[in-house]
């Protein structure tokens, strides 16, 4: 929230660089910490749906602020005497708009309890419990609780000890987590690849593909590009446990090759700006990357470290995944 309002009001580009790192950092963090936090709170049987929703909150995110940006559009200002009144957008006023929910997060961060879980590998069982039963709504004493009760006792008793989680030197748990091999590798290697296809660059510059490939309202079209992506990973929070993630990640990956190369060939084409009978190839392109994205990679990568690793290296493996990631 600070560092947007010192980027509303920044009158140096020094200022820009260092508060946009500043934001960068705290979403860096937050998007690690999320996944884990949603995992330890979430009901088994939603754990998935939940998960998967986290992915579906940056997509409409996404769609808001593209919307804004559109709203905002101004050449004011601007040295580029080719500049009109729809060619830049305002990113001071973006800027004061992402101060919303930024702020509002803030807010009711403190109106959220610590997770059970992490309290019961601290051994704080009676904070677990009160914490549990501010989760889900229901009185301690209820059936559905039961189970759950009895896993934060077993969790509470077998970290209690001197050996308990909340004791175990950073280095052991290093140790733990390169122990973690074969986990490390699939977390690591999926977000890697979310980004190596190109996504960031794809989402910046849409709007630059459409208006190469001839289109007049290539803002709008961005939009909607994000529009389905959020409707696309609205599905994925009913498949992602009906299906199971390993499908979904095949179907993922197959959809995206098959949707940056058809967009790579576009661009083969028109090379010498001939291909205007294939506009609509681009536009195609990048629905089909943007929608198997959702469907799989986008929202499965948040959820693999917290359901591959231990407890004990749950945080530490979700950061090490999230720097991969960024």
């Known amino acids: 929230t600070i560092s947007y309002l010192i980027i509303a009001l920044a009158n140096s580009a020094a200022l820009l660089v260092v508060f946009r790192f500043i934001a960068g950092v705290g979403m860096g963090i937050g998007s690690f910490v999320t996944g884990v936090y949603i995992s330890e709170i979430a009901p088994t049987h939603l754990r998935g749906v939940l998960g998967a929703g986290n992915q579906l909150c940056f997509a409409l995110g996404a769609c808001v602020v593209y919307a804004i940006g559109m709203g905002t559009r101004t050449g004011a200002d601007s040295s580029d005497p080719a500049a009109t009144s729809t060619t830049f957008c305002d990113w001071r006023a973006l800027s004061y708009y992402c101060m919303i929910p930024s702020g509002l997060l803030f807010f009711a961060m403190f109106l959220s309890p610590e997770t059970p879980r992490w309290l019961a590998t601290r051994g704080r069982l009676d904070e677990a419990k009160n914490s549990l039963v501010a989760v889900r709504g229901l009185p301690i004493d209820d059936k559905q609780l039961a189970a759950e009760v009895k896993v934060l006792a077993d969790v509470s008793a077998s970290r209690s000890g001197e050996n308990g989680s909340n004791n175990m030197p950073f280095k052991d748990r290093l140790k733990l987590l390169f122990s973690c091999k074969r986990q490390c590798i699939i977390a690591c290697a999926v977000h890697s690849f979310a980004q190596f296809i190109g996504l960031n660059a794809l989402a910046f510059y849409q709007t630059s593909f459409f208006q190469l490939a001839g289109l007049s309202n290539a803002d709008l079209m961005s939009l909607t590009v994000q529009l389905v992506t ?18 979904l990640l095949l179907w993922s990956g197959l959809g995206m090759a098959v949707g940056q190369f058809l967009l790579g060939l576009f661009f083969y084409l028109d090379r010498d700006g001939t291909a205007t009978n294939l506009s609509w190839l681009p536009v195609l392109a990048c629905y089909i990357v943007q929608i198997t994205m959702a469907t799989g990679v986008g929202p499965i990568r948040w959820m693999l470290s917290a359901e591959l690793f231990p407890d004990e290296v749950r945080g530490l493996a979700s950061s090490m995944a999230t720097t991969v990631n960024w």
């Open 230 to 247: 959020a409707v696309s990973n609205l599905v994925a929070c009913f498949l992602v446990d009906r299906l199971g993630r390993r499908p």
